[in-house]
């Protein structure tokens, strides 16, 4: 391991608790929960009691990961007390969701991030805006309390950096990525049927799902952004989950000539959530921020209150806006 970051405050935030809530995003993806999940093993191999929240279920595609079933919701936790909350993978408060009441139960308050508009809103506060996944960065800590990676932890990594670098792919992914895949590949993580339950299968009500979000993909300013958007019939219809719609944004960005593409979609308490996405080096965190939102240069995100059409344009022209600035 190459990469050192500032770990010493959390370590030793750990090293003085007994009792651990660690705390995974809403709308949970690959790194927040493989993150969760690999340090909940290290954890408990310290002999720590560790507790795992997340206001949101685990999507079916990640329950293959060991410990998955363990997550609660922050509303089981009735009078429990902790002595560390350690969010992980979370850029603000809002993003914890209802796991923000347990703040408040917690004796020391701290976190593991790797976005770059985090708000720094623990009492420790470990963000490295320049890691490809949080997983590296819960690998080295790992490695630094001298952990096993045990194969099940390695999977748990190999998940969350597989997941939020699109497989090793994406412009943010490091030397130390592939460096670090290599280690959880001969720590026993198995690569091939991980890819394959992550990227390949997928539900019937998904492909159906994907069909019509392909059917509303609409082309703006030249050809360089694209929309898809979705309603709550539409999922409806298909019978499909909004984890099901994770796949989606990308279509709209894969498109031959776009820049960046917004996919919005209806949640189920009325508002609007959209995926933001930009090819290198045009960048949409500023253009999520702008709707109260945040994320990294190229993967970004917000939830908005006001109609799906509206929410389109509005984004659609804080795009052009963006791309006539860097041109
Ligand atoms: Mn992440």
């Given at each position: 391991?190459?990469?050192?970051?500032?770990?010493?405050?959390?370590?030793?935030?750990?090293?003085?608790?007994?009792?651990?809530?660690?705390?995974?995003?809403?709308?949970?993806?690959?790194?927040?929960?493989?993150?969760?999940?690999?340090?909940?093993?290290?954890?408990?191999?310290?002999?720590?009691?560790?507790?795992?929240?997340?206001?949101?279920?685990?999507?079916?595609?990640?329950?293959?990961?060991?410990?998955?079933?363990?997550?609660?919701?922050?509303?089981?936790?009735?009078?429990?007390?902790?002595?560390?909350?350690?969010?992980?993978?979370?850029?603000?408060?809002?993003?914890?969701?209802?796991?923000?009441?347990?703040?408040?139960?917690?004796?020391?308050?701290?976190?593991?991030?790797?976005?770059?508009?985090?708000?720094?809103?623990?009492?420790?506060?470990?963000?490295?805006?320049?890691?490809?996944?949080?997983?590296?960065?819960?690998?080295?800590?790992?490695?630094?309390?001298?952990?096993?990676?045990?194969?099940?932890?390695?999977?748990?990594?190999?998940?969350?950096?597989?997941?939020?670098?699109g497989?090793?792919?994406y412009n943010?992914?490091?030397?130390?990525?592939?460096?670090?895949?290599?280690?959880?590949?001969?720590?026993?993580?198995?690569?091939?049927?991980?890819?394959?339950?992550?990227?390949?299968?997928?539900?019937?009500?998904q492909v159906?799902l994907l069909a019509k979000a392909l059917d509303t993909l609409r082309f703006h300013h030249g050809g360089r952004i694209t929309s898809i958007r979705l309603t709550?019939?539409d999922?409806?219809?298909?019978?499909?989950?909004?984890?099901d719609a994770e796949i989606i944004v990308n279509y709209g960005l894969d498109v031959l000539g776009v820049h960046m593409c917004v996919f919005a979609r209806e949640?189920?308490?009325?508002?609007v959530k959209l995926s933001l996405r930009a090819v290198a080096?045009h960048c949409v965190?500023?253009v999520a921020?702008?709707f109260?939102g945040?994320g990294h240069?190229q993967a970004a995100g917000a939830?908005?209150?006001?109609?799906l059409d509206?929410a389109v344009r509005q984004v659609v022209a804080r795009m052009a806006?963006e791309l006539?600035?860097?041109?």
């Amino acid at each position: 391991m190459r990469t050192t970051r500032p770990l010493d405050g959390v370590i030793a935030a750990i090293h003085a608790a007994k009792s651990i809530a660690l705390i995974s995003h809403v709308s949970p993806d690959g790194d927040t929960v493989g993150s969760a999940l690999a340090l909940r093993l290290g954890l408990l191999e310290m002999g720590k009691r560790v507790a795992l929240f997340c206001q949101d279920k685990i999507p079916d595609i990640l329950r293959f990961l060991p410990g998955a079933e363990g997550f609660r919701e922050p509303e089981t936790a009735a009078d429990e007390h902790f002595d560390l909350l350690l969010c992980v993978d979370i850029s603000d408060e809002k993003r914890m969701g209802s796991c923000a009441a347990l703040m408040a139960r917690a004796e020391y308050t701290a976190q593991i991030d790797h976005h770059g508009t985090n708000t720094c809103y623990c009492e420790e506060n470990v963000v490295d805006g320049s890691a490809p996944a949080n997983a590296l960065i819960i690998y080295e800590l790992l490695t630094r309390m001298g952990c096993t990676v045990t194969a099940e932890a390695a999977l748990c990594l190999a998940v969350g950096l597989s997941t939020d670098t699109g497989h090793l792919a994406y412009n943010s992914t490091t030397p130390e990525a592939y460096r670090v895949m290599g280690e959880l590949v001969e720590a026993g993580a198995p690569i091939a049927e991980a890819c394959r339950r992550l990227y390949r299968e997928r539900p019937p009500r998904q492909v159906a799902l994907l069909a019509k979000a392909l059917d509303t993909l609409r082309f703006h300013h030249g050809g360089r952004i694209t929309s898809i958007r979705l309603t709550r019939q539409d999922f409806a219809d298909c019978g499909a989950l909004p984890e099901d719609a994770e796949i989606i944004v990308n279509y709209g960005l894969d498109v031959l000539g776009v820049h960046m593409c917004v996919f919005a979609r209806e949640t189920a308490d009325a508002q609007v959530k959209l995926s933001l996405r930009a090819v290198a080096p045009h960048c949409v965190s500023g253009v999520a921020q702008s709707f109260g939102g945040g994320g990294h240069a190229q993967a970004a995100g917000a939830t908005v209150q006001m109609t799906l059409d509206e929410a389109v344009r509005q984004v659609v022209a804080r795009m052009a806006e963006e791309l006539e600035l860097s041109e």
